[in-house]
């Protein structure tokens, strides 16, 4: 009996921005992984963009960089790491914080559930087993605040509609249509969510153990987190409940 071929690796999308003290060393994970890597990167002027190129002259085909000549927002790249990869017919399109909060011992176990599902799997930090380190009481409140607010207007089924540590399915980003996505920054993480739901897919939660980058400074404002919940808003009023 002929043996079944090794399923492709998944793409896993890492939009960076001054993240030159973390990026080697989560691109590592990630390929020790057995995954592919394309790092997205928003003219970084610490020189995040050029160690990225160096990382992929050192592992062709495996690691690529996608460079874009300023900074666009974390919604719209990921749309441009997505788009890049079902140009190239990857089947498992994973998002990931290059920053080292999220660890690659997970990526195997999203992508995973997505395959079996067929359909969007998130790495969650707020069901049973999953934890968070390094946060103080304000971030926290505002995390859990932002995924019940979300609960509450969307009736959305899903703890952690915020997190960045997610495996989508390519049906399931086609279906979508990333041209239509309203969101660019925070609040791209809730919509997509959203959509996924309301297209019929199957969302699940593996719990995750997210830990709070060491080097550098998060990308996630007060105001960002402000304009998020207003587009959950505008999702309510122009669509609906999940």
């Keep these: 009996m002929a043996e079944l071929p090794e399923p492709r690796p998944a793409l896993v999308v890492l939009p ?3 993240e030159i003290e973390n990026l080697e060393k989560v691109v590592a994970g990630i390929r020790a992984a057995g995954h592919h890597v394309l790092v997205v990167d928003d003219a970084s002027p610490d020189g995040t963009g050029e160690l990225a190129d160096r990382l992929a002259g050192a592992d062709s085909g495996c690691v690529s960089v996608l460079h874009r000549p300023q900074k666009q927002g974390l919604g719209t ?4 790491g997505f788009g890049w990869g079902l140009e190239r017919g990857y089947e498992l399109l994973v998002e990931m914080d290059a920053d080292g909060s999220h660890l690659p011992v997970y990526v195997g176990q999203l992508v995973a559930s997505s395959r079996e599902t067929g359909g969007l799997a998130l790495g969650s930090r707020w069901i049973p087993g999953g934890s968070v380190v390094g946060w103080g009481p304000a971030r926290y409140i505002l995390s859990v605040g932002a995924n019940w607010y979300c609960r509450a207007l969307l009736r959305m089924p899903v703890r952690d ?12 980003l086609e279906k979508i249509d990333l041209d239509t996505v309203i969101s ?13 739901l309301r297209l019929g897919y199957r969302v699940t939660e593996i719990p995750i153990r997210f830990e709070d980058r060491v080097a550098g400074r998060s990308k996630v404002s007060r105001r960002e987190v402000t304009k998020a919940l207003g587009t959950v808003l505008k999702l309510r009023l122009r669509n609906g409940r999940y």
Excluded: D, L, P
Excluded at 77 to 80: F, S, W
Excluded at 165 to 170: E, G, I, N, P, S
Excluded at 184 to 196: D, K, L, N, P
């Design 16 to 18: 960076t921005f001054n």
């Design 161 to 172: 509609a915020t997190t960045g540590f997610r495996c989508y399915q390519r049906e399931v």
């Design 77 to 80: 790249a990921y749309k441009a």
């Design 184 to 196: 660019e920054g925070y609040s791209f993480q809730i919509e997509m969510v959203y959509r996924a």
